[in-house]
């Protein structure tokens, strides 16, 4: 055991290193000059290296899967999952790296290129075990049959002071038996879209996976961004992805797809064990499993269209039993409002996965689930009630967000009314939905002329408005201060409310293909404000990006539309 004291006016900080840099105690002592007593003693973080740790391993302990490492395409019936080794890199260099989080877990920084070499792949410690997850999925509406984790590689799950564990899944780390024809690499453009994105949905307040690291690799990846024949060479790289668990819809549609009903009934068991232990002695667990995957699933389509989120793939696959935010492809944030926008190039014509679709896609997707689990009950009627629930928990949950967005004090049945014509207004006129409703948190309550509405909007709208739309405008204005004009709650109260309920900063597409291209170019300017913006979304702190989208972003590809490797 080895200590160090740093000593300034204000106070003593002792560096405690335990176990060959396994541990990593600090603590900070205020003393008398701060007018503080001994007693207030503030620990900061305790931490555990990379390298050294052990891991934990309970997925693969506990199911069938496939030991022999062969990372060969092919089917594999009958486990849940298959030994990958990452493949090794030429040059793995840290670019980013989430303090956050890995204070969060425990997780000190990588200090030495070894465990730099943990990110990118090429280095595997003697207690992970790595592996691909075998699952399946309906994609675009179609069952797809076997898809599996085809660039993503769980390395172990990393064991946490407070006993729970968080998986550890590198991706883009090489191919495993379910890449198909694919490398199972990603490129820094992909990379860098995931690490920035999962963390702003955190930060602003969104179920989702994390991102603790994006690694650069040296390595040049082939891809054909449009799948239009044009491929390239790009610089790949590595993220390491966080979460309590990575379990999709999917998981469970292959078992049920391939009638392996003991792995379906231990996964389900399992699932509820580890991660809803609520309902172990509940009469029947796996209904009231189902019941909170729709109740949770439902809260995050709300979430989704609070901040203006789209998800754009959102395939059986890509849903994550745990409610959260999972496979963060060509994904966006919706600029001006249109609930028929769809970033994704595969999603043309049909707009399946659309910003005002998403809420009936969850819906059809949790009846998918509902037909891989209705094999573990006598008859469906009691799962077949429990899946049409999702509407109403749904749109209850919709109308308090609503509501808060609003700054209205309470829901009233007659607020549905006033939230159909926002919808309609902001469907018709197509503003800037985050500017729009950062102008609305500080509308005057007095605003009195027709020119008076459209000047404070003015900011928001992609185009001058008509005649006919001002008076939309006005309409939906007059009807709102109507409304706040009833307010239980006082003015100030009620912009508080808004405040934390519409976010100020979004992660606009633009913005991360120009920090791509900076880090493209070996300059990391943008990429690294980019990183504390997304820290304070709520604030005014970034309001140098609190701008509409340029007019030169709305056609340039990878600002608008995207493929599903993007």
């Known amino acids: 055991m080895t200590g160090h004291v740093f000593i300034n006016t204000y106070s003593i900080t002792y ?20 007018g503080l007593s001994s007693k207030q003693i503030i620990p900061l973080y305790f931490m555990q290296n990379l390298l050294t740790t052990t891991y934990k391993n309970d997925f693969v302990q506990t199911f069938d899967g496939d030991d022999s490492g062969d ?38 920084k990588p200090a030495d290129q070894k465990e730099i070499d943990i990110l990118g792949g090429n280095l595997v410690t003697a207690s992970m075990y790595p592996y691909a997850a075998c699952y399946a999925g309906h994609q675009f509406g179609h069952w797809a049959g076997q898809l599996g984790d085809g660039r993503a590689i769980t390395l172990g799950e990393w064991p946490t002071q407070e006993g729970k564990s968080w998986e550890l899944q590198l991706k883009g780390a090489g191919p495993t038996p379910y890449s198909r024809r694919a490398d199972g690499r990603a490129v820094l453009r992909s990379s860098v879209r995931e690490y920035l994105m999962s963390e702003a949905m955190h930060y602003l307040g969104v179920p989702t996976t994390r991102a603790l690291s994006l690694v650069s690799t040296g390595d040049q990846v082939l891809r054909d961004m449009f799948y239009n ?24 549609e292959i078992l049920a797809a391939r009638k392996e009903i003991d792995n379906l009934r231990k996964l389900v068991d399992w699932t509820i064990e580890r991660y809803y232990p609520h309902l172990q002695d509940t009469a029947d667990k796996v209904l009231a499993f189902f019941k909170e995957v729709v109740e949770r699933t439902a809260a995050l389509m709300v979430e989704w269209l609070r ?31 249109d609930p028929n926008f769809t970033p994704n190039t595969t999603d043309l014509p049909g707009r399946r996965y659309a910003f005002g679709k998403q809420h009936e896609i969850a819906y059809w997707n949790l009846g998918c689930l509902a037909g891989a689990l209705a094999s ?37 049945p007659e607020d549905v009314k006033l939230f159909a014509q926002f919808e309609e207004t902001l469907t018709a006129l197509k503003p800037d939905m985050t500017i729009f409703y950062q102008l609305l948190i500080d509308l005057p309550l007095d605003v009195a002329s027709e020119q008076e509405v459209v000047d404070h909007f003015a900011q928001s709208f992609y ?23 009833t307010n239980s709650i006082q003015r ?19 913005l991360l293909h120009q920090a791509i291209e900076e880090l493209e170019r070996g300059q990391q300017q943008l990429f690294t404000k980019l990183q504390e913006a997304i820290k304070d979304p709520y604030s005014k702190s970034f309001d140098e990006f609190f701008v509409k989208r340029p007019a030169w972003a709305s056609k340039k590809a990878g600002c608008s539309m995207l493929s599903c490797s993007s």
């Open 492 to 510: 100030q109260q009620s912009q508080q409310r808004m405040r934390e309920t519409n976010p100020r900063f979004i992660l606009r597409n633009y």
């Open 307 to 337: 901040v203006g989120f789209v998800h754009g793939v959102m395939n059986t696959d890509n849903m994550s039993i745990l409610g959260l935010t999972i496979d963060y492809g060509p994904f966006s944030f919706v600029d001006e409002y």
């Open 376 to 412: 573990l009950f006598p008859d469906t009627a009691q799962l077949v009630a429990a899946l049409e629930t999702y509407g109403e928990v749904f749109y209850k949950k919709y109308y308090v967000m609503m509501g808060n967005k609003l700054g209205l004090d309470a829901v009233r």
């Open 15 to 34: 560096l405690c290193i335990v176990n060959n840099g396994t541990y990593i105690l600090v603590i900070k002592v205020h003393i008398a000059a701060r």
């Open 229 to 252: 024949g044009n491929a390239a060479y790009e610089p790949g790289a590595i993220v390491m992805r966080v979460a309590p668990s990575f379990l999709r819809f999917g998981n469970f």
């Open 463 to 485: 185009h001058e408005l008509k005649v006919e739309e001002r008076g939309t405008l006005v309409a939906l204005i007059a009807a709102y201060l109507e409304r706040l004009n």
């Open 71 to 108: 990372l060969q395409p092919r089917q594999t019936p009958g486990v849940l999952y298959s030994k990958a080794v990452p493949t090794p890199v030429k040059q793995p260099r840290l670019l980013a790296w989430s303090d956050e989080l890995a204070r969060e877990l425990g997780i000190a």
